[in-house]
């Protein structure tokens, strides 16, 4: 895990004190708000329906135990006792006083955390594979990288006032756990013909009013060329991406009207004059920086295997729980452990105090100090022996935090919705809520199988509703809550945008409405291997839409 050198301490704690004065002014009236909400954003405190919002950079997703505990000691200190993990691999305080913002990051700084650039019109938090540096697909760590990106891109003086926020994911495996096509760059780290390291580069990607796929601009990038080729990319936005319409600021749109072929061109251009000056990544400083990220010596624990078989035995829960919640650790004696955000009637991605440090004291013991944020809103432990996976359910058990439902349909992204976010159009969490409801039985959704659900209340699509096999955005419709169902879309290495299948339902019916799409999944999968997703691109949405809507054109339309 990346460590703060001098200058880190030094620039962070700079910028904590001038927040601090900043926040004085306002709050004496020195400051209006107008002049104050670009000061205020660019440390991640928010204006939200009921109270200041402030939003933390948890980088690449990695925390360590003392840095978990710190979290919830600010959520119990200046909060109301819980905080809230986000898509972004953040955490979000819902309750903060605007005037302990000030002391909440000056503890944040004291364990090598901040929320600089958490919002506003820069370059956000860069996010992960949160089974980096343990995934047994994995070419390469992607975090040495992301740390790189974060190190260059933290308040860069050319890119801290773009014509729109600009996100950044990376992943080093088979399997795209990063959602690296819906951000505006993707990079997904590769090897050549000649085994050197390199990533393919992928622009324009995101959600939000206008969703779109990012296209791969670039098959090969040698990893020295990082950060003279995001340069190119960023100056090529800087200087064209629209500042006349905020609708229409992102990169994807400027990809979109550009072409991927012209802008790739352009920025090709703009890297001849970029790649042999200092930004070229000496091999040296690459070492240095991975050098932080070097796994842990996991020692040989073979006895796990045998042990692993006779608590499965003993305790179907558990069995449940290691099926569902468990994935392969590239370390054959080892696993990588979700833990599960999404509590069976529970709000997504909340988490309390007390179950903070209670997974600090689980890493701690079990976990070699390592905790993980998943872009799903769950928290991951990547290094665990089969030896050791009975104590550490049981510890989770008594947390409230083992519920075995990884990857399940009650496995739910949603956003804090109209319950708290002053954008939004519709509320998010009661609708979880009751869909995790319907669904919670484990025999019922084990019998579903891999199903996701993302939940957005409002087009800005923060719950990732578009990439959801079944995707649902609030809207407001003649000042009722209306919920616009899509089909099909996926966030993995096949991504695709789910299609709007209809008209959308009043909060009362929607959970009957994904009940039914349940149903017709079930009825018309070719087997039990066949998944949700797989069978959807297989049918179509028509057997979907005759369900919902009795087959009426008028209903779907």
Not at 80 to 109: C, K, M, V
Not at 147 to 174: M, Y
Not at 342 to 370: L, N, R, T, W
Request: include cysteine.
């Amino acid at each position: 895990m990346y460590r703060y050198d001098e200058f880190d301490h030094a620039f962070v704690s700079a910028r904590v004190e001038q927040f601090r004065d900043q926040v004085q002014r306002r709050l004496s009236g020195e400051l209006a708000e107008d002049a104050f909400k670009p000061l205020r954003l660019m440390n991640g405190v928010y204006l939200q329906l009921h109270a200041y919002m402030l939003r933390v950079a948890i980088p690449y997703g990695t925390l360590s135990s003392r840095q978990m505990r710190m979290l919830a000691h600010i959520a119990r200190k200046y909060d109301r006792g819980y905080g809230h993990f986000t898509t972004r691999q953040n955490i979000q305080y819902n309750w903060p006083r605007l005037s302990d913002t000030p002391d909440i990051l000056n503890e944040l700084a004291s364990v090598e955390m901040h929320a600089l650039q958490t919002s506003g019109n820069c370059i956000r938090n860069v996010t992960a594979d949160h089974f980096s540096g343990a995934a047994a697909d994995e070419i390469a760590d992607p975090r040495p990288y992301a740390e790189i990106l974060r190190q260059w891109s933290s308040v860069h003086p050319e890119f801290s006032f773009l014509p729109r926020k600009f996100k950044i994911a990376v992943t080093g495996a088979e399997r795209d756990r990063a959602a690296i096509q819906v951000h505006d760059i993707g990079l997904h780290l590769k090897k050549d013909e000649n085994g050197r390291l390199g990533f393919a580069v992928y622009v324009g990607g995101g959600q939000g009013r206008t969703p779109l796929i990012a296209k791969k601009i670039r098959d090969f990038l040698p990893e020295e060329d990082l950060l003279s080729y995001t340069t190119a990319i960023m100056r090529v936005y800087n200087l064209y991406g629209r500042r006349d319409n905020k609708y229409k600021a992102r990169i994807k749109i400027l990809v979109h009207e550009t072409g991927a072929e012209e802008l790739a061109r352009q920025v090709e251009v703009e890297f001849a004059k970029l790649k042999d000056t200092e930004l070229k990544l000496p091999d040296a400083d690459i070492q240095a920086i991975s050098a932080y990220f070097a796994p842990a010596t996991l020692p040989n624990r073979a006895e796990g295997w045998g042990n692993l078989a006779r608590w499965k035995k003993a305790d179907p829960e558990f069995a449940r729980w290691v099926q569902q919640n468990v994935q392969p650790h590239k370390h054959p004696d080892y696993g990588m452990v979700t833990i599960s955000l999404k509590p069976i009637g529970g709000i997504p991605g909340d988490a309390s105090d007390a179950q903070m440090d209670a997974v600090a004291d689980i890493a701690e013991e079990y976990a070699f100090d390592e905790i993980r944020v998943s872009h799903e809103q769950n928290l991951i432990l990547p290094h665990v022996a089969l030896a050791d996976l009975e104590p550490v359910y049981r510890a989770l058990v008594a947390a409230g935090l083992a519920t075995a439902n990884a990857g399940l349909i009650t496995d739910i992204i949603a956003c804090p919705g109209l319950d708290y976010c002053a954008l939004a159009n519709a509320r998010s969490i009661p609708v979880a809520q009751e869909i995790s409801n319907r669904f919670g039985s484990p025999e019922r959704q084990a019998e579903i199988g891999e199903l996701k659900i993302k939940i957005s209340g409002c087009i800005n699509a923060c719950g990732h509703h578009h990439v959801g096999h079944i995707g649902l955005l609030g809207v407001e419709k003649k000042g009722a809550e209306l919920y616009q169902i899509t089909l099909g879309g996926s966030g993995d290495e096949n991504t695709s945008i789910g299609e709007i299948i209809g008209r959308g339902f009043e909060p009362e019916k929607v959970t009957d409405a994904v009940e039914t799409i349940v149903d017709t999944y079930l009825g018309l999968r070719r087997d039990k291997t066949e998944t949700f997703l797989e069978a959807y691109r297989r049918v179509g949405p028509q057997p979907f839409k005759d369900a919902l809507y009795g087959g009426s054109a008028q209903e779907a339309a």
